[in-house]
């Protein structure tokens, strides 16, 4: 793990030098620290065999999946007319639209690939800690949190159709983005972050065979 966080840092780091942008890159460090501190959690969880409730797992787990930091970093390159101070202030703070986005990242990466995670050895998923806490059957848990992540998908549309006189659109595209790749990635043939053979008929189409 500390690896892994050196070299964030470093690449930050680098940002900073190249592009002078030290109060931005903190924002993303910040988050970048969130985010290790919540894999930091989940390590605990698989240390001592512990299945956290639901409530528990989400709280940590909704960091994990790295909306916020990655949202946050986004915004760093974007010219400093467009993306001020307060919009990253504002991704600070969890508003809604990256609460959802993060959910649907959550839930469709559970619902996805707990089984094979599960079989090579990982910390107890949404679909595992939503059983314990409500007593369900796996196809009653994954079919409930399959309305959670639609629920999700209607925040994200509600927060897009407010007037943002402070937030541009391009801001919550981000956002926004980062939820539809995740439904391209996790959908009903399981997951291909993992298995990443899955996504090469898709990049294939996009790149080396577009439809112009």
Request: with cysteine; glycine share 6%.
């Amino acid at each position: 793990m500390k690896i892994v966080y050196d070299a964030f840092l470093e690449a930050y780091a680098k940002m900073e030098r190249r592009d002078g942008e030290s109060d931005r890159v903190n924002y993303a460090k910040t988050e970048m620290k969130k985010l290790v501190g919540a894999y930091h959690e989940e390590a605990k969880w698989f240390h001592v065999g512990e299945t956290p409730t639901f409530d528990e797992y989400m709280r940590v787990a909704l960091g994990t999946g790295a909306h916020l930091m990655l949202a946050t970093t986004s915004l760093v390159g974007m010219p400093e007319d467009f993306i001020t101070k307060e919009a990253f202030d504002w991704l600070s703070e969890d508003p809604l639209i990256v609460r959802a986005s993060a959910v649907i990242g959550r839930l469709k990466d559970d619902i996805a690939g707990h089984k094979f995670e599960q079989e090579r050895g990982h910390v107890d998923s949404a679909v595992e800690s939503y059983m314990k806490q409500y007593g369900k059957t796996e196809e009653e848990a994954v079919k409930e949190l399959q309305e959670q992540v639609s629920d999700a998908w209607k925040d994200i549309s509600k927060e897009c159709l407010k007037p943002f006189a402070l937030f541009p659109m391009p801001i919550l595209t981000r956002v926004v983005n980062l939820a539809r790749v995740i439904e391209l990635v996790y959908d009903e043939d399981g997951d291909s972050y993992t298995h990443s053979a899955k996504l090469k008929a898709i990049i294939t189409s996009v790149l080396v065979d577009p439809i112009l």
